[in-house]
């Protein structure tokens, strides 16, 4: 078991960001991690529970020890109880610390109410024999000064030549030259960066993005009274507009993000930023200053604005003193905003030479895909892929924005089936940049060349070339035929489509693969510990032996294929030789003609959900089992377990399920959720690149 201490050196480098990225760069190697935040240290106005312990909790799903209360630590100090207060701690953290692979500890941050935090720190750090990452960001100063600053501070854990001082994260990097030359040029200037003895372990770009609270947390922050709430849980403040100059000067300022700061009594900015919101500019929003209260009759003109979602507050303070107090505001990351909380976790995470980190923790007790292991080898192998996928639903706001993100990132080359002047109105309502090389598809202008291929395709059921138009006029169907004929790797639909619109003409017009005599699907099932394979609970309603032990085969191959090492647990309401009846016998008989079939794979059956799933179930239940307790792919009876088990699962455990992805079809064809999220698309297209590959292969 490995320890990591992050220890800051100085206030406001972004202690709690670093932790949530570093708990995420190490589960993507498969490591079991675990948090502990020794020492609380609340903000003035923090109420409720220790704010990095409880944002690690909601965004890992960990269940961390809470920590020491300031004022119980400074008595103790006080009282000369060190020793009695780092016992206290060890035993909290070995509650942390619990079947675990590697645990991150996050050091106090030195304030002027806690000028004994470096030392706390440096006494914390020795006790639990950890390794010592220091955490720092630049400042007003030369690269110099910096390198000298951060040495001064490792000097307090041992020095930057002690084995068990690490190196440093920098946080919050803003250069002109990117991180490749800053970093270059910070190597030049750092004699202390030169050796292997103490090394740069990350550099995190500053991203305006990743620091931009929400409308309602400005409300909160300022004691606002909000006039509209609109769209205030959602809306996020990118930049502060304070309007003083007349409106045809303000009207470029308006752009999506932008909080416009103006007195309660300008009745003309606050018509032109109606405007714009109603034109489709997403505004952070409206902050009406100076206790000017807007005229009823203005915000009467205003309605379809504040319909629209605008948020407006109003504050009593003036002009300066409410841009002072905006500019003042606590920036950290609340509790509640997961959003935000899940983006800096992911982008600090990939800033972070995770293997070094990996390295010095040894191997793991037993290597496990995590969800965050899971979704970065997602990405990274569709990055590798370089696939071309189609997207029939190619003016829907979520579909556009993730098709955005995959062509800018790489994960794709992504073709939007819609009218281009729709995509970009689309596009510009939402804040969304289109990046070079998205390709956008007309279907009107396309749809005549494939009438005749999809008549042959489709000639002995009796297809002709009318009934061929009048499908076709379907996007599902005009995506399906480009798949058929190979102009794209694969295709992703179902953010606006039913499961069945986008399923049915893959069947029809793609086709089993030639080992296959089925098609089935799984579901890829983020638990919090682990991910495993669902099958099948969206196609077959109620397969056969022979059908289920193909089922089994296909999801086993589709968790290798994505790095899930299978171990198939074959469900039933019975386990081994105690139950009998049609439905276990089918069970029975199906998992035999599995382990016929494919003798390298483990398969047990049948087997109980819990006996499968639960390690001490397992063992009482199927002692002999190389598969009770420890299963990864479940294979359900019928269609009727399968697709009620996975959606309890997902419900009532608040867990993240990806697919249903298809098997046994020639070419990839993927469905999504019609309540998904832009992440979910994004991360359906990444699956849908790699089984494209992994077919060709």
Same mark, same amino acid.
């Given at each position: 078991?490995?320890?990591?201490?992050?220890?800051?050196?100085?206030?406001?480098?972004?202690?709690?960001?670093?932790?949530?990225?570093?708990?995420r760069?190490?589960?993507?190697?498969?490591?079991?991690?675990?948090?502990f935040?020794?020492?609380?240290?609340?903000?003035?106005?923090?109420?409720?529970?220790?704010?990095?312990?409880?944002?690690?909790?909601?965004?890992?799903?960990?269940?961390?020890?809470?920590?020491?209360?300031?004022?119980?630590?400074?008595?103790?100090?006080?009282?000369?109880?060190?020793?009695?207060?780092?016992?206290?701690?060890?035993?909290l953290?070995?509650?942390?610390?619990?079947?675990?692979?590697?645990?991150?500890?996050?050091?106090m941050?030195?304030t002027?109410?806690?000028?004994?935090?470096?030392?706390?720190n @440096?006494? /914390?750090? &020795? $006790?639990? *024999?950890?390794?010592? !990452?220091?955490?720092s960001?630049?400042? %007003? =100063?030369?690269?110099?000064e910096?390198?000298?600053?951060?040495?001064?501070?490792?000097?307090?854990?041992?020095?930057?030549?002690?084995?068990?001082?690490?190196?440093?994260?920098?946080?919050?990097?803003?250069?002109?030259?990117?991180?490749?030359?800053?970093?270059?040029?910070?190597?030049?200037? @750092?004699? /202390?960066? &030169? $050796?292997? *003895?103490?090394?740069? !372990?990350?550099?995190?770009?500053?991203? %305006? =993005?990743?620091?931009?609270?929400?409308?309602?947390d400005?409300?909160?922050?300022?004691?606002?009274?909000?006039?509209?709430?609109?769209?205030?849980?959602?809306?996020?403040?990118?930049?502060?507009?304070l309007?003083?100059?007349?409106?045809?000067?303000?009207?470029?300022?308006?752009?999506?993000?932008?909080?416009?700061?103006?007195?309660? *009594?300008?009745?003309? !900015?606050?018509?032109?930023?109606?405007?714009?919101?109603?034109?489709?500019?997403?505004?952070?929003?409206?902050?009406?200053?100076?206790?000017?209260q807007?005229?009823?009759?203005?915000?009467?003109?205003?309605k379809?604005?504040?319909?629209?979602?605008?948020?407006?507050?109003?504050?009593?303070?003036?002009?300066?003193?409410?841009?002072?107090?905006?500019?003042?505001?606590?920036?950290?990351i609340?509790?509640?905003?997961?959003?935000?909380?899940?983006?800096?976790t992911?982008?600090?995470?990939?800033?972070?030479?995770?293997?070094?980190?990996?390295?010095?923790c040894?191997?793991p007790?037993?290597?496990?895909?995590?969800?965050?292991?899971?979704?970065?080898?997602?990405?990274?192998r569709?990055?590798?892929?370089?696939?071309?996928?189609?997207?029939?639903?190619?003016?829907?706001?979520?579909?556009?924005?993730?098709?955005?993100?995959?062509?800018?990132?790489?994960?794709?080359?992504?073709?939007?089936?819609?009218?281009?002047?729709?995509v970009?109105?689309?596009?510009?309502?939402?804040?969304?940049?289109?990046?070079?090389g998205?390709?956008i598809?007309?279907?009107?202008?396309?749809?005549g060349?494939?009438?005749?291929?999809?008549?042959?395709?489709r000639?002995?059921?009796?297809?002709?070339?009318?009934?061929?138009?009048?499908?076709?006029?379907?996007?599902?169907?005009?995506a399906?035929?480009?798949?058929?004929?190979?102009?794209?790797d694969?295709?992703?639909?179902?953010a606006?489509?039913?499961?069945?619109s986008?399923?049915?003409?893959?069947?029809?017009?793609?086709?089993?693969?030639?080992?296959?005599?089925?098609?089935?699907?799984?579901?890829?099932?983020?638990?919090?510990?682990?991910?495993?394979?669902?099958?099948?609970?969206?196609?077959?309603?109620?397969?056969?032996?022979?059908e289920?032990?193909?089922?089994?085969?296909?999801?086993?191959?589709?968790?290798?294929?994505?790095g899930?090492s299978?171990?198939?647990?074959?469900i039933?309401?019975?386990t081994?030789?105690?139950?009998?009846?049609?439905?276990v016998?089918?069970?029975?008989?199906?998992?035999?003609?599995?382990?016929?079939?494919?003798?390298?794979?483990?398969?047990?059956g049948?087997?109980?959900?819990?006996?499968?799933?639960i390690?001490?179930?397992?063992r009482?239940?199927?002692?002999?089992?190389?598969?009770?307790?420890?299963?990864?792919?479940?294979?359900?009876?019928?269609?009727?377990?399968?697709?009620?088990?996975?959606?309890?699962?997902?419900?009532?455990?608040?867990?993240?399920?990806?697919?249903?992805?298809?098997?046994?079809?020639?070419?990839?064809?993927?469905?999504?959720s019609?309540?998904?999220?832009?992440?979910d698309?994004?991360?359906?297209?990444?699956?849908?690149?790699i089984?494209?590959?992994?077919?060709?292969?």
């Open positions: 078991m490995h320890t990591f201490f992050i220890a800051p050196t100085g206030f406001g480098v972004g202690l709690t960001s670093i932790s949530l990225g570093l708990v760069a190490l589960e993507r190697g498969g490591l079991k991690v675990g948090f935040k020794p020492i609380a240290q609340p903000h003035p106005g923090d109420e409720g529970p220790e704010r990095s312990t409880e944002l690690i909790a909601r965004t890992h799903g960990l269940k961390p020890p809470q920590p020491l209360g300031q004022a119980h630590v400074e008595h103790m100090l006080g009282d000369g109880h060190l020793d009695e207060l780092l016992e206290e701690i060890v035993s953290y070995q509650q942390a610390a619990q079947d675990k692979d590697v645990v991150i500890v996050e050091g941050v030195p002027r109410q806690a000028s004994y935090a470096t030392r706390v @440096a006494h /914390l750090a &020795r $006790s639990l *024999d950890a390794d010592v !990452i220091l955490v960001a630049p400042e %007003d =100063e030369t690269l110099t910096m390198s000298d600053r951060i040495e001064i501070q490792a000097q307090q854990f041992g020095g930057p030549k002690d084995p068990k001082v690490l190196g440093v994260i920098l946080n919050k990097v803003r250069s002109d030259d990117g991180i490749e030359g800053f970093t270059r040029r910070l190597q030049e200037h @750092a004699q /202390l960066l &030169r $050796s292997e *003895d103490f090394r740069l !372990i990350g550099c995190i770009p500053w991203q %305006d =993005e990743l620091n931009a609270p929400r409308t309602r400005i409300a909160d922050l300022l004691g606002a009274r909000v006039l509209n709430a609109g769209d205030y849980e959602q809306r996020r403040m990118l930049k502060i507009v309007c003083a100059r007349a409106v045809p000067n303000t009207v470029q300022l308006l752009k999506p993000g932008v909080l416009v700061v103006t007195p309660g *009594d300008r009745d003309d !900015i606050i018509l032109a930023a109606s405007l714009a919101s109603m034109n489709g500019v997403p505004l952070a929003g409206l902050l009406l200053c100076s206790d000017f807007p005229d009823p009759r203005i915000m009467e003109l205003c379809s604005a504040l319909h629209g979602g605008l948020p407006v507050l109003t504050v009593s303070t003036g002009s300066y003193d409410t841009a002072t107090n905006l500019n003042r505001m606590n920036n950290e609340p509790v509640d905003d997961r959003e935000r909380a899940e983006k800096v992911e982008f600090v995470a990939g800033h972070i030479e995770h293997e070094f980190l990996k390295q010095r040894g191997d007790r037993e290597l496990r895909l995590s969800p965050p292991a899971f979704r970065y080898q997602l990405v990274r569709a990055l590798a892929a370089n696939k071309r996928i189609v997207l029939p639903e190619g003016a829907e706001p979520r579909t556009v924005q993730a098709a955005a993100i995959c062509q800018a990132r790489g994960i794709a080359r992504c073709v939007l089936l819609a009218k281009p002047e729709e970009q109105a689309v596009a510009q309502a939402h804040g969304i940049t289109l990046p070079a998205l390709e598809l007309d279907p009107d202008l396309i749809r060349r494939y009438v005749e291929p999809m008549v042959e395709l000639k002995n059921k009796g297809l002709n070339a009318p009934m061929a138009e009048q499908q076709l006029e379907d996007s599902v169907v005009l399906t035929m480009m798949l058929a004929l190979d102009e794209v694969g295709l992703v639909s179902g606006v489509h039913t499961t069945a986008t399923i049915r003409p893959a069947l029809q017009l793609i086709k089993t693969a030639p080992s296959y005599k089925l098609v089935s699907s799984v579901f890829f099932m983020l638990l919090p510990d682990q991910v495993v394979v669902y099958g099948d609970c969206a196609v077959n309603p109620d397969p056969s032996a022979a289920l032990a193909e089922i089994a085969i296909q999801s086993a191959d589709s968790a290798a294929s994505f899930i299978p171990r198939v647990a074959m039933s309401y019975s081994g030789d105690s139950g009998s009846g049609e439905e016998e089918k069970v029975r008989e199906a998992t035999r003609i599995a382990r016929e079939n494919r003798p390298d794979l483990l398969v047990d049948p087997l109980q959900y819990d006996a499968a799933a390690e001490s179930v397992g009482q239940k199927a002692p002999n089992s190389q598969v009770a307790g420890r299963a990864t792919v479940f294979v359900f009876p019928d269609l009727n377990t399968g697709n009620t088990t996975y959606k309890a699962v997902q419900r009532s455990a608040g867990v993240i399920s990806v697919g249903p992805m298809l098997q046994g079809l020639r070419k990839p064809v993927n469905d999504l019609r309540g998904a999220l832009v992440d698309i994004v991360f359906t297209i990444a699956l849908t690149a089984q494209a590959a992994s077919q060709e292969a």
